[in-house]
């Protein structure tokens, strides 16, 4: 009898070892989701900035090349009125 309550001591003990183990992983997953979520925001955020940095790059290159064909246009008329 006393090996039968030596095994269902050991068992208990696992039991008991495996149900912490079993919470502290899912405190450390509910703890990776919160990181997860958290950086899916971030990562919105930056797209965000990112398309508004692009698209004002973008202007800026129009602008550029619109003031070269102006500046082109304008030295051309200039040359030929003359």
Known sequence: MT???DRLDRIEALVEKNSQAIEKNSQAIEKNSQAIEK???E???LNIRFAAYQQASQWVV???FGLLATA???TI???VLR
């Open 62 to 64: 129009n602008l550029a």
């Open 72 to 74: 082109t246009i304008t």
């Open 3 to 5: 090996a039968s309550a």
């Open 43 to 45: 990562t919105k955020e």
């Open 77 to 79: 008329v200039t040359a």
């Open 39 to 41: 950086l899916t925001e």
